[in-house]
């Protein structure tokens, strides 16, 4: 799809995380020149729980990834639920769609083992370079190509400024989402916004089979503790550690008074001795990060520019995940680069890149919507009292909230959960 012969890609994708990945491998697979562009060097850390649900297991399927133990995964069976002073687990549900495991791994190695799936594929990944802007075509106002520059493992300038040109540039560039922001195209402070920190513990949990996660988190406040919208996670990795972690959400991109890190060290004081959540035991440090949540960045796709994983805020209200969407919008994205491709004329490429976020919305908007209403119930703290207290005794209720949190239900059929989670999904506007 080069429109001139100066273009150095037919495709730009910016960062490398799941997001730029996999829409890096799935356009290469299609065919196009990718050139993937990431600031760091692999390995290299991100902030996340490190817990895959059974939707991002089959995006990892999709894309051809190994997902054996043996490569170094470790499977859940389903999620452990711990709320007033007892423990509900509830195996992932048998589907279609997708697998009934899920999978852990850190983010150091899931990264890396997704960027060289890519460059394996065929796309052209150049690490340590920094992204620092777009270009913009000053007669037809499209990106046409960003400017980057080489930089050291600290991040600091090694080399003189590049500029890479393509038709169509990706953006993955994460929660900071400079492109988009340098563009004008701000993120709408209505919409949920999260906040996660976490941290490793070497920890005899560390084989544990179950997500677990902590529905009541309490601010620790001397005599007016107060529950919090959010909760604690416990993901164990196989290999000795567990990646332990608490996140809080909002419903609009106001920021908290929540001192995490401390809230995180009140709720370590407390957790059963045999766990070894020590700080003798603690490899690294707590570190913390926003979660941008139901498309809070508009629009997806505009002259030449896309935007995928948490730089459109892909992530999900209910439950903070967003690897799932994040790889689903990049593969959708590389599918409307490779069909404009095919195009003949400006128009009819303009019209095959537009499908990404109508396809998009249609495939999320109505359970992000849902995501939505659902931070601005559990913002009422006797709500949220109220759901933990007397909803997870009861296996229906549990049955559906478990889908619809981690957004494992059949879009079309299945069982009465299934049709009503997709029914609601369907009434409601679209985010």
């Given amino acids: 799809m080069r429109l001139r012969g100066t273009d150095d890609a037919d495709v730009i994708v910016v960062g490398a995380g799941p997001a730029g990945s996999a829409a890096a491998h799935y356009a290469a697979a299609a065919g196009l020149d990718v050139l993937l562009l990431e600031k760091s060097s692999f390995p290299r850390d991100k902030i996340c729980g490190d817990g895959l649900t059974p939707r991002a297991v089959a995006e990892l399927v999709r894309m051809g990834v190994p997902v054996r133990e043996e490569d170094g995964w470790i499977r859940n069976i389903g999620l452990r639920a711990v709320a007033g002073g007892r423990s509900y687990e509830f195996p992932w549900p048998e589907l279609r769609s997708y697998p009934s495991y899920g999978l852990a791994r850190s983010r150091m190695n899931l990264d890396q083992t997704l960027a060289e799936h890519a460059r394996s594929t065929g796309a052209k990944l150049l690490e340590r370079t920094s992204v620092t802007g777009a270009v913009v075509d000053e007669r037809t106002g499209r990106v046409a190509g960003v400017t980057a520059r080489p930089v050291d493992d600290r991040g600091r300038r090694a080399g003189d400024e590049v500029t890479y040109r393509a038709p169509v540039v990706i953006a993955a560039d994460g929660v900071s989402a400079r492109i988009a922001t340098s563009l004008g195209l701000e993120k709408d402070h209505r919409r949920p916004m999260g906040v996660a920190v976490r941290t490793y513990f070497r920890s005899p949990r560390h084989d544990d089979p179950w997500m677990e996660s902590q529905l009541e988190l309490w601010d620790g406040a001397p005599g007016k503790s107060a529950l919090l919208p959010g909760y604690g996670w416990i993901f164990a990795l196989g290999d000795g550690t567990v990646n332990v972690g608490l996140g809080s959400v909002s419903s609009t ?79 959708t994205a590389a599918d409307a680069v490779a069909q404009a491709r095919a195009r003949t004329t400006d128009h009819a490429r303009e019209r095959a890149l537009a499908t990404y976020p109508e396809i998009m919305r249609r495939d999320l908007g109505g359970y992000y919507t849902l995501g939505r209403y659902f931070v601005r119930l559990i913002e009422h703290p006797q709500v949220m009292r109220i759901c933990t207290t007397y909803g997870l005794p009861r296996p229906l209720v549990m049955k559906f909230v478990v889908k619809l949190l981690s957004d494992c239900y059949e879009p079309h059929g299945g069982d009465v959960v299934d049709r009503v989670i997709a029914g609601l999904s369907r009434m409601v506007p679209s985010a």
């Fill in 253 to 331: 991109a106001a920021a908290t008074k929540i001192d995490y890190k401390a809230l995180f060290a009140r709720w370590m004081e407390n957790v059963p001795e045999e766990w070894g959540f020590t700080p003798e035991n603690q490899v690294g440090p707590v570190r913390g990060a926003a979660l941008p949540m139901a498309f809070n960045r508009k629009p997806l796709y505009r002259s030449g520019l896309m935007l995928v994983g948490d730089a459109g805020g892909m992530v999900s209200p209910f439950n903070g995940e967003g690897i799932a969407y994040a790889m689903q919008a990049g593969r």
